[in-house]
């Protein structure tokens, strides 16, 4: 009676084993990727490099989380080729949550490009949340904006 069930599972078994090898993945043949051909005058095909604008200027913030009722120094640097920029004339308006505020100072730039600007913060602007300062310089009558500084009040 033994014989008959080990016959009887080995069957089994075997069924089984056909069975989930049957339900396996199919394996099929991987076709070859089409080859690539640059031509080469493609390379001779260049983009034309930007222009370096000769005037560049940049403002910051000397602190980028001062206190609400804090005192504030903005800095500002002008540069022509590299060079720092003297005698022009720059000009701030900080834009506060509630309102836009034009600075009345207009410093000139000194023998390095530099300027700053003094900003009393008096709770004008909520605590946590970002404000802007837009400099620009006034040089051979034209106006030259700077990229924007930033401070948060904490």
């Known amino acids: 009676m033994k014989k008959i069930y080990r016959i009887l599972f080995s069957v089994f078994a075997l069924g089984l084993l056909l069975l989930l090898a049957a339900c396996g993945p199919t394996v099929t043949q991987v076709k070859p990727q089409q080859t690539v051909v640059v031509n080469k005058s493609f390379q001779s095909q260049v983009s034309p490099l930007p222009t370096v604008p000769a005037y560049r200027c940049g403002a910051w913030s000397g602190n980028n989380a001062?206190?609400?009722?804090?005192?504030?120094?903005?800095?500002?640097?002008?540069?022509?080729?590299?060079?720092?920029?003297?005698?022009?004339?720059?000009?701030?308006?900080?834009?506060?949550?509630?309102?836009?505020?034009?600075?009345?100072q207009q410093p000139a730039s000194d023998a390095g490009g530099y300027v700053t600007f003094t900003l009393p913060l008096q709770g004008r602007q909520p605590r946590q949340t970002p404000a802007t300062v837009d400099v620009s310089f006034s040089v051979d009558g034209k106006t030259l904006p700077c990229s924007a500084a930033f401070f948060t009040p904490v």
């Open 66 to 104: 001062p206190g609400a009722y804090s005192t504030l120094t903005v800095y500002a640097k002008l540069t022509k080729n590299v060079i720092g920029v003297a005698g022009a004339t720059a000009s701030a308006t900080v834009h506060f949550a509630e309102a836009d505020v034009t600075l009345d």
